[in-house]
């Protein structure tokens, strides 16, 4: 386990934001870094439950084995940690940054409302991993000769793809949008996870012989009838646009919108801008800095030309 009387010792901590001054001039990721000695004390508090409910069904969906790579983080060993954290997880980068984290929900420690940090060391584990090179192709040593159609190439159809390309199958993942992702690259806005955490994804992937067809639209495009006959297995890993109903009394106010829509659209945009200048925030003035997105419901004002009748309340 961490350090025996970690959990006595230390005090919860995770990262820290910008201050709002600095967040508003641009739409990247707003979290600041802990340093290595920082994340290691967090690691000591864990204390490798006899029951541990941080992982399995009532915790981490992944069975990311958390104890184990607490512990290791707070030996300072990282590239044990990391190789841990793949065991279980194609993309800890990815859950580091978005997953909701019903691990910390249902840590022991959270009786007390102090869970351990685990999404905070999980995101510095992997982010440590690419600074030293780790997250690099890993080709399979010999192929079986077996083709594989997945369709769809967000987290699923690329987990899918990874694992089935390492065990030796020629894998095509067939993409409607122009770009890899799916859900990662269209539906999350940046200031969550930036965008080239996914681009190095796909670049490993392509490393290990993984093919990528983007703006295919299987069922418009290319019948499916077609990859049947051209592969020895489908895999469906479609996900969906439909926003899910907020069942909120007043969701059907004029000027309360899904954000979906609005989610893909500036997702384009941030992408179009931050894929022609790698860097660095837009200016104020811009046109991406006078689009807003949110990850629940976009509530606007209706127009005020629109009549008083029109008019609903609204939050
Ligand atoms: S439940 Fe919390 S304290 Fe227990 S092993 Fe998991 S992370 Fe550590």
Redesign the pocket.
């Known amino acids: 386990?961490?350090k025996v009387t970690g959990?006595l010792e230390i005090d919860r901590q995770v990262h820290k934001y910008q201050p709002a001054s600095d967040r508003i001039r641009h739409f990247r990721e707003f979290t600041l870094p802990m340093s290595d000695q920082e994340v290691e004390k967090q690691a000591a508090?864990?204390?490798?439950?006899g029951?541990?409910?941080?992982?399995g069904p009532t915790?981490c969906p992944v069975h990311n084995q958390?104890?184990d790579w607490?512990d290791l983080v707070y030996n300072g060993d990282w590239d044990g940690a990391i190789r841990n954290l793949h065991s279980t997880n194609n993309f800890p980068e990815w859950t580091g940054r978005i997953c909701p984290a019903p691990?910390?929900e249902?840590?022991?420690?959270?009786l007390e409302d102090i869970?351990?940090a685990?999404k905070t060391v999980e995101q510095a584990i992997a982010d440590k991993a690419y600074e030293q090179g780790h997250i690099r192709p890993m080709p399979a040593a010999s192929q079986t000769g077996k083709k594989i159609a997945i369709i769809g190439s967000g987290p699923a159809g690329m987990a899918a793809a990874q694992q089935l390309g390492r065990v030796g199958h020629e894998v095509h993942v067939f993409e409607r949008e122009s770009k890899p992702g799916g859900l990662m690259r269209y539906g999350i806005p940046d200031f969550k996870i930036e965008k080239h955490y996914v681009d190095a994804r796909v670049k490993q992937m392509e490393g290990e012989g993984v093919t990528f067809h983007c703006g295919v639209n299987v069922g418009v495009d290319k019948k499916v009838s077609e990859l049947l006959a051209e592969h020895d297995a489908v895999l469906y890993c479609g996900g969906s646009e439909t926003p899910r109903p907020a069942g909120i009394p007043g969701a059907e106010f004029i000027g309360v919108h899904d954000a979906m829509p609005y989610l893909v659209q500036q997702n384009r945009r941030v992408g179009a801008r931050t894929s022609s200048r790698s860097h660095g925030p837009p200016s104020r003035s811009s046109p991406v800095a006078s689009m807003w997105s949110s990850s629940a419901v976009v509530i606007r004002p209706p127009t005020v030309s629109a009549p008083p009748s029109a008019r609903a309340r609204y939050v």
Do not use: S
């Open positions: 386990m961490g959990f508090r864990c204390m490798d439950c029951i541990p409910f941080c992982h915790g958390i104890p607490n691990c910390e249902a840590c022991t420690l959270n869970p351990v685990i």
